[in-house]
């Protein structure tokens, strides 16, 4: 019985040391920006983002997420993603949303940005070469892995090509292809250059399948993009193909788990009760990373409408302010598309609100803990 118990000791270090493994550090920075100000809402980024974030919650990954950053937000996002690579093995950062290519090189948009003159992408957009630096800077032999599902028709590009007169050949569709270093991997929700589809659902087609992919307890990432690229083929008739550049030097797997060699149990017999009894703490570990990322994504989920409902408020505000400048004898037309652009913002935020507070409520119970007043405002 003592030799048993101090077998089964061994083996149980062994497993949390397994654990361990992996939990080794990864981090992501996930950003959906569709409530633009001076340009088309778009219909799924929010939708994209959220779906991203709790997948890679669900795989073990600490997910810094951030809906609808205007140009500060975005900023302050990107700051605590660097601060949080310092002990990070996998870096991770997902974007959906309006983005432009000019000469080249790639900018991410947030909701606030205005476009009127090529020296303002470097004050009212985020460079991804900006982004892949900091997940680059003192992370030799780290693994980097980018996702832009951002190649959307973009009237932001359309005016500054339309400012930059006989320059206007430099900004292009879609986004250009990047060079990164080692161990980076790069994918594109469509080839470069190309614009993709926002997709008929709550996700765009290449979100939904990535999404599909992240769910994969037993592929690697290589298998996922193939994986990827054919859903994305099928749902847009092929019209979309999306598109990645890798510079890994081994294979990566979002579970885990299912990474050759983990788990080894040398001299355990197929069957016995010692084999029995680590399945068992195997599905205990499971469960409590389940646990964690249910309370992770309710954190995630009270956070963004707390946010949403302030945003309403300020935008309340903001229509009260135009209604009466209206009254004041200002341009009548002028004051009726700010009224109907603040409307549109209140109505989808009013949208996700719904949406969020029935999930709020779900994961409360879930987790066993009272109701809150968040789920049901």
Known sequence: MTRYFLLLTTLVANLLLAGQAWAEKRVALVIGNAAYVKSSVLANPVNDASEIAKALTEAGFEVILGLDLDKRGFDGKVRDFARALNEADVALFYYAGHALQVSGRNYLVPVDASMERERDLDFETIGVDFVLRQMEIDRENKTNLVFLDSCRDNPLARNLARSMGTRSASVSQGLAQVQT?????????????????????????????????LRTTDRNLTSVMVDVRKDVLAATGGKQVPWDHSSLTGDFYFHRAAAPGTLARPGVPAGSDMQKRLEELEKELQRKSDQTAKVVELAQAKERLERLAEENREDQRRMFDAQRERGRGGSDSAGFSEVGRI???????????????PRIAELEAELGLPSSAAATK
Request: glycine share 12%; charged share 15%; net charge positive.
């Open 181 to 213: 270093g080692v161990g980076t991997f790069i994918a594109y929700s469509t080839q470069p250059g190309n614009v993709a589809l926002d997709g008929t659902g709550s996700n765009s087609p290449f979100t939904a399948a990535l999404v599909k992919g």
């Open 343 to 357: 409307q549109m913002r209140m109505v989808r935020r009013s949208q996700e609100m719904s949406k969020l507070r």
